[in-house]
């Protein structure tokens, strides 16, 4: 993979990509819970799906983003 510095717009993109990670992955999940006779073991695969670390992620780079001209 090529490398790519550092800037801001480059934290910002990544930033972006996060966030949209973050619905892409809250979609499903709402449809999976709301449906009726779910197989037991889908919805124990969705519950462990961790938008923690996600989370986590986007605030770090948002702490980049603030110290980075």
């Known amino acids: ?4 510095n ?5 934290l910002q993109k990544v930033w972006e990509l996060l966030d949209t ?5 809250e979609n ?9 006779d779910m ?4 919805e124990k695969s969705m ?6 670390a996600i989370v986590d992620l986007k605030e770090q780079i948002e702490i ?4 980075t001209d």
Do not use: A, G, W
């Not at 197989?39 to 889908?42: A, L, M, R, S, Y």
């Not at 980049?64 to 110290?67: A, R, S, T, W």
């Open 1 to 4: 993979m090529k490398r790519i």
């Open 6 to 10: 550092k800037t801001k717009n480059n």
């Open 21 to 25: 990670t973050c619905e892409s992955l």
């Open 28 to 36: 499903p999940t709402l449809m999976i819970s709301s449906m009726v």
């Open 39 to 42: 197989p037991e073991d889908v």
């Open 47 to 52: 519950n462990q799906i961790d938008f923690s």
């Open 64 to 67: 980049l983003m603030e110290h």
